[in-house]
């Protein structure tokens, strides 16, 4: 069921959610859910290799799984979030009292909320799911709060005409007591543009008022529907998605080589001629030696690994080299771009596909995150608090090794040709630009004038000006 048939039938129950809508969106959600748990399990370590069964069971079986899909998602999510988001106010389009009060519930917001953490693991989501979603809500306290919430767990019914969120639904499992018995239950939060409501699941797999809850449908006290979406790409796909055959490939042949390898160690003797008796096997460990009667013989057999060694070698190579260059993202281990005597500039040309990677994912996250203060902004506005969501702007800023000479060298060529705002900002040491360029007006407003200096004499110590 698309999104444009649910607004349809919403609209004929004169938009009130119903059993059967929800069980539809739940049913049809299915492969969806399936997929992007698939991809957290295998991000977390539950990958092919690890179920892999031979005929054979005495057929030494190795299952050596190799963590590309950490490598891919950490590195990018490090890369993009290593360094925090900067959260700016336009001060042009505020009076000074107004800015100020901004400010200040900006950064009460984003100190609560522990942003920089809830950034980094909403991008670390992103890119192992190809989305991820937040939940917003007021606390006991009246602050706005935000959490991430699983993306496997909710339904996005989009307004395509507009590209916004018109319905959302979050569904999970939790466990209930009935009659002196547990059972398992759907929970369901049905989110509007004004209320939230709360179903719940029974015996037939219907979906009933949750009960327990003491209002229903409850007020969540904003303007728009309080969960946001932020997606990876336009396909939502994760980054190591592409590639998850290729890495399956390298683990299956890592484990081979190791099958060879122990399958080596158990060396194997051959008797020509002779048939030896547990009591000479027996014997033989313990002298270390055959007694071979005339016309027979004995031998080691041996496997000549040299030439597979080679192949299995540049086999692997490959699978390496095409695994991050198709997930375009950079093994930190490649000599040709850890090697000592690179700068930080010249391994910023070894990360172009990483950066327009990167770019991508900044533009979804910054839609995201508009979307997100589009919301909380309209609960500031019924505190007075005067802030229009597109007057706030977001600053990413790569987490790379900094040559600091050439920084320096950038920044002071600069030095009068653009705003000092946007030249410090370019320095990614400096985190507050706006801070930093206070510091410097008070320094320069504090400079001390040595002609006006007080004089002690040395023979009598008074002063005189």
Not at 208 to 222: W, Y
Not at 337 to 344: K, L, R
Not at 351 to 376: P, S, Y
């Amino acid at each position: 069921m698309t999104s444009q048939e649910v607004i349809k039938l919403l609209e004929m129950y004169s938009n009130q959610i119903n059993s059967k809508i929800i069980k539809d969106l739940i049913s049809d959600h299915l492969p969806i859910k399936q997929k992007t748990q698939k991809l957290y399990q295998s991000y977390s370590g539950d990958v092919a290799i690890k179920t892999r069964t031979f005929d054979d069971v005495n057929k030494i079986n190795s299952k050596l799984p190799n963590d590309y899909r950490g490598d891919i998602v950490d590195g990018i999510t490090g890369y993009m979030f290593g360094e925090n988001i900067s959260y700016v106010i336009d001060k042009s389009k505020l009076s000074e009292t107004e800015y100020k009060n901004a400010s200040e519930r900006l950064n009460t917001f984003l100190i609560k909320n522990n942003i920089e953490d809830l950034d980094s693991t909403t991008g670390e989501m992103m890119s192992i799911c190809g989305h991820a979603a937040r939940l917003l809500y007021i606390d006991k306290e009246g602050n706005e709060k935000v959490m991430s919430i699983n993306p496997w767990e909710v339904v996005f019914v989009m307004n395509q005409t507009i590209d916004e969120v018109q319905f959302a639904m979050i569904y999970y499992e939790i466990e209930i007591i009935e009659n002196g018995d547990r059972k398992k239950r759907t929970r369901v939060e049905w989110y509007d543009s004004t209320t939230v409501t709360f179903f719940i699941s029974n015996d037939s797999g219907d979906y009933d008022l949750d009960l327990s809850e003491t209002k229903n449908p409850l007020p969540h006290m904003f303007k728009y529907v309080p969960v946001v979406r932020y997606t990876n790409n336009n396909l939502l796909k994760g980054d190591f998605e592409k590639v998850e055959e290729l890495i399956d490939a390298y683990d299956r042949s890592l484990s081979d080589i190791q099958n060879e390898v122990e399958e080596f160690r158990l060396a194997y003797f051959a008797f020509y001629g002779v048939e030896p008796t547990p009591e000479v096997i027996k014997a033989a460990r313990q002298t270390g030696a055959f007694n071979f009667p005339e016309g027979s013989k004995g031998e080691f057999l041996t496997k000549d690994l040299n030439g597979a060694v080679e192949f299995l070698k540049d086999h692997k190579k490959t699978l390496n080299e095409n695994i991050y260059k198709f997930a375009k993202a950079v093994d930190m281990r490649d000599e040709q771009f850890s090697g000592s005597a690179m700068s930080g500039e010249s391994r910023k040309w070894k990360l172009v596909a990483l950066e327009n990677r990167a770019k991508t994912k900044e533009r979804k996250f910054v839609k995201g995150l508009r979307e997100m203060f589009k919301v909380i902004c309209s609960a500031w506005e019924t505190k007075q608090i005067k802030l229009n969501y597109e007057d706030i702007s977001f600053q990413f800023k790569r987490n790379l090794p900094v040559d600091l000479s050439y920084i320096a060298d950038v920044l002071s060529k600069l030095n009068g040709q653009i705003s000092d705002e946007t030249r410090l900002s370019l320095a990614p040491f400096i985190k507050d630009v706006e801070g930093e360029i206070e510091k410097i007006k008070a320094e320069q407003e504090g400079k001390v004038n040595f002609d006006t200096l007080p004089i002690v004499k040395p023979n009598d110590g008074n002063i005189q000006q």
